[in-house]
C-alpha cells in the first residue's frame, strides 16, 4: 500500500491545487505529464531492463497528433485524443517489436535516435501544418483531470506489476535461457510493457495541446529526453522513486524558473549519484554476501 | 508389448568448429518409460539435451514427437514453443533457477507459463489471488518436501533442495518427456535414492523421463532402456542389464582397446 502513497500524494495534492493557486494548473499539468511518462520510462528499464528513449518521440507525437486530428477532422477534443493515443501505440509497438532482439545498449542508441529523428521530421515537414489548437476553459481544467486520473492509473499499473505474473516473468526475463527452458516468451511481456509505457507516455502526451504548450521539437529535445532518462534511472523497479524524481527535475523548471538552466545539471547529478549508490551500495540483492542468519538456516536445511 | 514411441531421434549431428559433438545419433524414448542417455565425460550428452530442448540446433538429422495426430518437428523450433508445444521440459546439470525469487514464485512462473497466462492484461492481477495455480504450485513443492521452505530464496537452498526445486518447477509443467542433465551429480547416496523415488513417482504419473549421467549405478537401478555413447556415437541401446556388460560399452567407460584386460585408460596412459 505505501508504494501506491507518493502516487496518492500526488493526486491529492494536484486536485487541491487549482483552487488554492489557479494560475498554477498549467506548471502543475505539466509535472503530471512528466509524473506520467516518467512513470512509463520506469516501467520499461525498471522491468524490463530496456531503456527507451523512444518515450520521448511518443510524448511529443502524442501532441503533435492530437492538433493534427483536431485540425483535420471535426471531432472533439476527447475523440482526437483517444485516437491519436491509439494510432501512437500501435505505432510504438510496431517500431519497437523488431528492435527486442538487440542488445539492450544497441536497443538504447536507437531508440535515442528515434526520439531525435520522429520530432525532427514531425516538425520540418512542410506538408502540413499544424496551427495552435484553442481549447475552452472547461477542457483545461478536465484535461487536468484526467492527467490526475491517469497519475493513479499509472501508479496503480507499476503497483500491480510488483506481485502480477507478468512482474514475475519480467523480473525471470534476466535469463533468458532459463526463461526458454520453462516455456515462458519473455520477448512477448517485454513487448507488453512497451505497450503499455507507450501508450501512457503517449496519452500523457495528447494532453499538451489543451494546455497550449508548444508542441516543436524543441519540447521533445535533449532536455526532456535526459529528465525522462534522469527519472527511469533514479526510479528503477521503485515507481514511487519515479515521482519524487520527477516532482525535482520537472517541477523546478515550471515553479523557480530562475533555476531551469541547472536542470540538466541537476539530473545528472542524480543520475550520477543513483549509479553510484548501486555500485556502492552494501545490500545490493542478488550479490550480498551470505549472513550468519542465513548460513545458519542453509546448515539446518542441509542437516534435514 | 513395447510402449508407444514418444519421440524419434533420427541421425543427429552436432559439431562445434573441428569437433563432432554428436555423431550420425538415432535413439527412441518410449512414453511411461525412464531412460538413460549414458557415457564418459564429453560423450555428447548434454549436447543432446542442448538439441532436444531447442537450445542448440543439430547441423542434420531429425527429432520427431509422437505426441499428437501430427509428429511434431523440435529441431528447428524454439526452446519455449518446445515447452509449450511438445510439452518437453529439461533441467541443468548445475541446477538453474530464479535465485532471487522465492521458492514458491519458482513453481508458480512455471505454472503461468505453461499456461499462457503471461501475455493477457488481465493477469496483472496480484499472482496470490489465482489460488489454484498456488494450490498446484504447492502441490509440486509438497510432493518433493519443499513445502517448508516455500517462502524462502530459491539461492538459499542447499544443492539436494535446489535440484528438487528444479524437479519441481519442471513438473508444474506437466510435461511429455523430462529430460534430465546428470540429475545425480553432487548427490549423497541417501539423495540419490530420495531422487529415484520422485523421478519413479513422476512416470507412475505418466510423464517419461530422459536422464543423462557418467554413473551406470543411478541407470541400473532406475532406467527401463539405456543408451550408451562414446564421443557422440552411440554404442550400445537396450535394457541396462544387457547393455552394461557389453565389451564396447566397457570401452567406452574404461578405455579398455578390445582384447585386453579391463584397466582404466588413466593407467594405461600412465
Redesign the interface.
Known sequence: MWRSMPFLLVAAGSALLPSAAPASMVPAAVVLIFIIAGTAASLQFGWAGLPDFSIAAWFFAGGWGTAATMQVLPLPFWACVALSAAAITIVAVAITSPLLRLRSETFAMVTLAIAVIIPAIVSHQTFFTVRTVTVSAATLAETYDVLIAIVLLAGA?AV??E????G??L??GE?R?????????IR??KL?VVAMSASTAATAGCMLPALQVNTNSAFAGFDTIAAILAIAMIAGRRSSAAVMAALIIAGIPQFVPALSDYRLLLAGAAIFTCAAWRVFSPNR??NTP?DSL?LT??ME??AE | MSAQVLLRAQHLRLSFGSLTAIDDLSFTLRKNEITGLVGPEGAGKTSVMDCL???RHPASGRIELYNSARPLLLERM???RI??NAGV??T?RDP??????TVL?NV???E???RS???P?G??????W?RKAVERARYWLDRMGLSH?QG?KA????AP?QRRLEIA??AA?TPKLLCMDEPDIGLTRRECDQLATHLLELRQSGIAVLLTGQDTRLAESLCDHVVVLDRGACVAAGKPVDVCGRPAVQRAWLGVPAGHDLVPRIFVSC
Open positions: 499499473l500491480l506489476l506481485r502480477s505474473p507478468l514475475l516473468a523480473r525471470a535469463d535461457i532459463l526463461c526458454g527452458s520453462i516455456g515462458l516468451n512477448r511481456s507488453l540483492g542478488g551470505i542465513k538456516q542453509m536445511a542441509g | 530442448s531447442g537450445l524454439e526452446p519455449f515447452v509449450r521440459v529439461r541443468f538453474r533457477l530464479f535465485r532471487r525469487m514464485e508458480l512462473l512455471a503461468f507459463a505453461a497466462i503471461i501475455w492484461v493477469n496483472l492481477v496480484p499472482y496470490r489465482n521452505a524462502r539461492g538459499e537452498l542447499t533442495m518447477r519442471a509443467l
